[in-house]
């Protein structure tokens, strides 16, 4: 079975910083994939961005980046230049082989201007 | 525009009356899945599949049932309903790049509110 876990329920963090999102899993699979999904107070599902297990390099999407550290497995989303616009709950994911794609419970991400 | 499509946005039963949600994807991907999301649970996995009459069960499939006979098409039935299934539901549709994993990353529908009374 495969676990993803998000400990932090809340955070909070000023325009314009940099803040970090914590993310850790647990799988028997060598073969997976991890994401981070938005989900802002309209209620859709925006995927930020993608990492392949088998690549060391972090996955960066603008101001998005994650920290992939596969032997700890974990995998954190760090947000650059906070924007308002960025305030949303938002949901670490990972998909293997058998094809399920599971959530962590979310963080409720505030952004203070 | 490529998207999921998912109807009613709303809907309001009442226990035992059967009623389906549609889901429609128009990316011609291989996976569709079906989640259901509840304060403090995050979102949890119904059912999910792999193409056109490969189905299986997810994480909390009791109490629902899905189809795949076409490959746009997922609906989610729930043939008698009770309050404990009232929640926010999600229908995605992924591809795949690898043959084997649904690795592209989902594509959500915009989510159906459902309240059983």
């Known amino acids: 079975a495969q676990t993803v876990t998000q400990s932090q329920p809340e955070m909070s963090v000023q325009e314009a910083e940099t803040v970090t999102l914590s993310c850790t899993y647990d799988?028997?699979?060598?073969?997976?994939?991890l994401f981070w999904y938005k989900q802002p107070p309209s209620r859709q599902m925006i995927l930020v961005i993608r990492?392949?297990?088998?690549?060391?390099q972090n996955a960066t999407e603008n101001r998005f980046s994650v920290n992939f550290q596969k032997a700890a497995k974990s995998f954190s989303l760090k947000i650059s230049d906070s924007q308002l616009g960025d305030a949303a709950m938002y949901f670490c994911a990972m998909v293997g082989a058998n094809s399920k794609l599971t959530f962590g419970k979310g963080i409720t991400l505030s952004v203070r201007p | 525009e490529a998207q999921v499509t998912q109807n009613p946005r709303y809907l309001i039963t009442v226990t035992g009356k059967k009623l389906t949600v549609t889901c429609s994807q128009n990316m011609n991907h291989e996976y569709m899945s079906w989640y259901r999301q509840d304060p403090g649970l995050g979102l949890r996995q119904i059912y999910y599949?792999?193409?056109?009459?490969?189905?299986d069960k997810g994480d909390v499939p009791e109490g629902y049932k899905v189809s795949r006979k076409e490959k746009r098409n997922f609906p989610l039935i729930l043939e008698s309903p009770s309050p404990n299934q009232t929640s926010l539901y999600f229908c995605a549709s992924s591809r795949s790049t690898s043959g084997t994993i649904p690795n592209y990353g989902y594509t959500f529908g915009s989510g159906t509110r459902l309240t059983v009374v």
């Open positions: 799988t028997s699979e060598s073969d997976y994939y």
């Open positions: 990492q392949e297990a088998y690549k060391q």
């Open positions: 599949s792999m193409n056109v009459e490969v189905t």
